[in-house]
């Protein structure tokens, strides 16, 4: 998995949640990711696509023990971005 960006870049996907922060970009098989903290849902989001259902989001407890975007996503938060 490739970083492309990691702290407050622009998105590449539409996120419609003011609650979010953006952490970073990465690019995974081919895919990019925007990878977002939800304070207000106590999560994390990797987003892939600009239609609303075009994201995956589990509670931090959880995707610290995922694979894929979502997991390095929990990593970010855990080291403190």
């Known amino acids: 998995m490739e970083t492309s960006s990691i702290g407050p ?3 590449t996907f539409t996120h419609d949640c003011e609650s ?3 952490l970073a970009t990465v690019h995974d098989g081919g895919r990019v990711f925007d990878l977002y903290s939800c304070p207000e849902e106590g999560g994390v989001v990797a987003r892939f696509g600009h239609e609303g ?3 995956s989001a589990l509670p931090l ?3 610290r023990t995922a694979d894929g975007p979502i997991r390095v996503a929990a990593a970010l ?3 403190g971005l």
Do not use: F
């Open 9 to 11: 870049a622009a998105s």
């Open 20 to 22: 979010c922060r953006l």
């Open 53 to 55: 259902w075009e994201y």
């Open 61 to 63: 407890h959880l995707a």
């Open 77 to 79: 938060v855990d080291g």
